[in-house]
């Protein structure tokens, strides 16, 4: 699958790179990085939770169109949807906007689909998704409002959130999220994101949820954004990319007072990214596509492990003091 993928880019003129793993600072997505030691230059660096801001800036560079097949790691929990060590391929197109690579994924995913396993319809644990049908288009602040009750539309505050989060659901953990962003995530996974089984566009997310998208012209207070959701797991994530330096640090400002005010998801403010901004950045869109899931879903496999060769499991001494534990209570 991962050979039709690189043979499908191909076809649009796509060029493999590289870009580094160690990195100095956590940015390109809402989550907790790994940190390491880097002796030679006695600095903390992180592993990468993705290669955007890189991959934007070799964009930046004169390659128009540019591709990453490799890891990320994403310190957080471990669930049959999630490892924190995963494969992930990224693109960025110079030119193009997200509606150009809502197109082209969904080419790519039947194209895949079709040449590997001949079908565009699969089953996975009794329930069948056919992808070759039409991908519906769904609004997210929409479907937020229908399962909750709650417009994000006008809702646009952590304290008014927190209220009408703690009226609907009182009780709720979800009303101690650290930011407004967090608890909007949190409250469309809960309530929005199970519902979403068959293939579809979750469109125009909220403009708190990523920093580094561009905004609507239509709306600034939303995204040109889209993620394809398929038994609630979200395989893809894209958007027309924010290009405008002075935007794109008053947003990643915003984002390091969410880190101390709490919130160890927020990305860091990255100063070579923004040079790289002022010199010249043209409009493109990228775009982020789990293979791990990818493939789970291809091959009917209920958890992420069963499609990695050596997954990370608790270790055999963690394994016995647990058994040890559990004979106890």
Request: aromatic share 10%; hydrophobic share 40%.
């Amino acid at each position: 699958m991962v050979s039709a993928i690189r043979r499908f880019l191909d076809g649009y003129d796509f060029l493999e790179v590289e870009t580094p793993i160690l990195q100095e600072t956590a940015s390109g997505a809402a989550a907790r990085p790994f940190i390491t030691r880097h002796n030679a230059l006695d600095e903390d660096f992180y592993l990468r939770i993705a290669p955007e801001t890189y991959l934007k800036r070799t964009v930046a560079g004169s390659f128009d169109r540019v591709y990453e097949l490799g890891k990320n790691f994403r310190n957080e929990g471990m669930d049959p949807s999630h490892l924190q060590e995963f494969t992930m391929l990224e693109w960025y197109a110079g030119y193009w906007d997200y509606r150009d690579n809502m197109r082209v994924v969904r080419e790519l995913i039947l194209t895949v689909m079709d040449e590997v396993l001949h079908t565009t319809q699969v089953t996975y644990q009794g329930i069948e998704l056919d992808f070759g049908a039409e991908w519906a288009e769904i609004d997210y602040r929409d479907a937020v409002a229908q399962h909750t009750g709650i417009d994000l539309t006008r809702v646009r505050d952590l304290p008014t959130l927190r209220e009408q989060v703690g009226r609907v659901y009182p009780g709720s953990d979800l009303a101690e999220a650290p930011s407004y962003a967090a608890m909007v995530d949190l409250l469309y996974k809960r309530t929005v994101r199970p519902s979403l089984i068959q293939p579809c566009f979750l469109l125009h997310h909220p403009v708190e949820l990523v920093p580094l998208a561009r905004r609507s012209d239509d709306d600034p207070t939303r995204l040109d954004m889209f993620q394809v959701v398929v038994n609630s797991w979200e395989i893809v994530k894209a958007y027309s990319e924010l290009v405008d330096p002075v935007d794109q640090r008053r947003r990643l400002e915003e984002q390091m007072d969410m880190r101390e005010a709490g919130d160890d998801e927020a990305m860091m403010l990255e100063e070579d990214f923004i040079e790289a901004m002022e010199y010249g950045m043209p409009p493109m869109s990228g775009l982020g596509l789990g293979i791990d899931r990818f493939i789970a879903l291809m091959t009917d496999a209920q958890n992420l492990r069963d499609v990695v060769l050596f997954p990370q499991m608790r270790s055999s001494v963690h394994q016995d003091e647990s058994s040890a534990e559990d004979e106890t209570t």
